[in-house]
């Protein structure tokens, strides 16, 4: 058993020199500022959560993740396991958080008690027709090219030196369920996809996948979830005519489903659009896979090096 089942992920924290920079590229991308002070920049999404991308002024690099507990109880017997204090959440919505170290160094956060915000509007989605439905007739379709509108962190992806090192860690402490184990070998695992366990309650494929590679430990990349293919398409256009970096994409992949386009920030740190992706229960199980399903796409290009 594990000492909590956390309920999703929370947010992404980053350094950055240029937080102007930052600014640019994050409206480009699709997030919603919150918070800009000199030293620190707070993003939102369109729904009810008050921070999911977190960057503060510094040398360029990845500064840690954020999980969410159902309570603060989670989150006074997760501090009383590890041996560290309950402190109170220096972001907008308040709340408490207990703060880890992994076994690789990367830092770890665990959250409750936020205020939620008011949603923010979504556009109206236009009616789509296929060969067997055509519920748009007599009007046209027009996609106007504007961000994306980023709704949620749906999960974040870390490199690893020790994959069953750094799987059970998490494992023991947040009750993560396999989704899908990758298999180098019939002997050896390089990685797995792991969702959250919130029993007969439907979650993501993954909200944390765990990848041993050649380079080390490191940050992978986060993936924020888009309103749907239009939106995901719109935010594509405007990210290129921006000039931003596009890394991957668009595609679908084989594990998890879900439709994506990857992009680099101005310091290289991979953020991922998706939609339409996969959800289980804790009922459903695991599965086994192999590289050539986790670099391999439904349709859309291949993987580049660097996603290798």
């Known amino acids: 058993m594990s000492i909590i089942k956390i309920e999703d992920i929370a947010f992404v924290r980053f350094r950055a020199p240029d937080l102007e920079a930052m600014k640019a590229f994050a409206a480009d991308f699709g997030l919603t500022q919150i918070e800009a002070t000199d030293s620190r920049l707070v993003y939102r999404g369109t729904g009810v959560h008050p921070a999911l991308h977190v960057t503060e002024l510094g040398e360029p690099g990845f500064a840690g993740l954020a999980f969410r507990a159902e309570s603060v109880e989670d989150l006074d017997r997760l501090a009383a396991s590890e041996g560290v204090r309950v402190e109170d959440l220096d972001l907008p919505g308040g709340g408490k958080v207990v703060r880890l170290v992994d076994p690789d160094g ?3 956060e665990v959250i409750a008690g936020q205020t939620l915000l008011a949603p923010l509007p979504l556009p109206e989605r236009e009616a789509m027709n296929t060969i067997v439905s055509r519920p ?3 009007q046209t379709k027009r996609v106007a090219t504007a961000p994306s509108h980023v709704v949620r962190l749906g999960h ?12 059970a860690w998490y494992k023991d402490r947040f009750g993560f369920i396999t989704s899908d184990e990758i298999a180098f070998t019939p002997e050896f695992s390089i990685g797995a996809f792991l969702r959250c366990d919130r029993g007969s309650t439907p979650t993501d494929h993954h909200t944390l996948f765990l990848i041993q590679g050649p380079n080390g430990p ?3 990349h986060a993936a924020f979830e888009v309103q749907d293919m239009d939106d995901l398409m719109r935010g594509h256009t405007t990210l290129k005519e921006a000039g931003r970096h596009a890394e991957w994409g668009v595609g679908r992949h084989i594990l998890g489903s879900q439709i994506f386009d990857y992009w680099r920030d101005p310091w290289g740190h991979t953020l991922e659009h998706w939609t339409d992706g996969d959800l289980f229960t804790a009922q459903d199980g695991s599965n086994t896979a192999t590289i050539q399903d986790l670099l391999g796409v439904q349709w859309g290009s291949a993987a580049p090096p660097t996603m290798a």
């Open 106 to 108: 990367h830092a770890v």
């Open 136 to 138: 748009r007739q007599r």
């Open 156 to 167: 974040a992806v870390l490199n690893v030196s020790d994959f069953r090192a750094s799987e």
């Open 218 to 220: 490191g940050f992978n």
